[in-house]
């Protein structure tokens, strides 16, 4: 099992950046792919970015394509979104996600098994 506590999260002007952090504890973050989402209110939870047990290959939702990056430490078994040309539409609730399932990465939140408590991200126009 693996717990996950995301920060870095906060309220920034459009056009600024932000770098979410999402620690893990526990001694199989390699096991695991890692997923980054976001919900709006009254919206669902949707997929943000992605990245493999290896960090070797990661994917990203259109809308943040170019803009975010996400990234894994493994000494300091974290993940990270840096997150820049922040939009409004970005503001959300980001939560981040592991995936015991072996594979690459996946894109839906029902493949992952173990989630965080979120940051809030709040993009001001």
């Known amino acids: 099992q693996v717990q996950l506590v995301e920060s870095g999260g906060g309220l920034v002007q459009a056009g600024g950046s932000l770098r979410l952090s999402c620690a893990a504890s526990g001694r199989t973050f390699s096991s695991y792919a890692m997923g980054w989402f976001r919900q709006a209110p009254g919206k669902e939870r949707a997929f943000v970015a992605a990245?493999?047990?290896?960090?070797?290959?990661?994917y990203y939702a259109d809308s943040v394509k170019g803009r975010f990056t996400i990234s894994r430490d493994y000494a300091k078994n974290t993940v990270y979104l840096q997150m820049n040309s922040l939009k409004p539409e970005d503001t959300a609730m980001y939560y981040c996600a592991a995936d015991a399932s072996g594979g690459i990465f996946a894109t839906t939140p029902t493949r992952y098994d173990y989630w965080g408590q979120g940051t809030q991200v709040t993009v001001s126009s």
């Open positions: 990245i493999s047990r290896s960090g070797g290959t990661t």
